[in-house]
């Protein structure tokens, strides 16, 4: 995050793909903002996440994207998001997790979880199924 925001930057990342991915800190790194990027066909910014690990229910991984998660949204609830890119203010945000696998169960219930309480502060979460 220590970059400015570049759009060339950006744009080399779109699509994201699992050969891009390996750039990326991952979920496993809970303390770090993988991606923002700007999505122009919804004007939305998202903040993404990889998982790039295949999924399973060992409680370490189920952690680490509940952390992972949370930072996200204390990022941008406590303004980081619009202090590192003012850009983004008055845009609608969501945080998207891309992964190489589904995710299992247990973690579709985290990420349900989730989705919810981030859409009170208006905030769509998804899941991108990377190719």
Not at 90 to 95: D, F, I, R, S
């Amino acid at each position: 995050m220590a970059d400015r925001w570049d759009p060339e930057r950006l744009r080399q990342h779109l699509p994201l793909s699992l050969d891009r991915s390996a750039d990326l800190a991952g979920v496993h790194e809970p303390n770090v903002i993988d991606l923002v990027t700007h999505d122009p066909s919804r004007d939305e910014y998202k903040l993404v996440m990889v998982e790039g690990r295949p999924w399973s229910d060992a409680p370490e991984q189920l952690a680490q994207l509940s952390e992972k998660i949370n930072n996200y949204a204390m990022f941008v609830l406590n303004e980081g998001l619009l202090r590192a890119y003012p850009e983004t203010a008055g845009h609608p945000l969501c945080v998207q997790l891309d992964c190489a696998t589904p995710p299992t169960a247990e973690a579709q219930k985290l990420i349900n979880l989730a989705s919810q309480r981030l859409l009170d502060y208006g905030i769509r979460f998804i899941v991108n199924l990377l190719e």
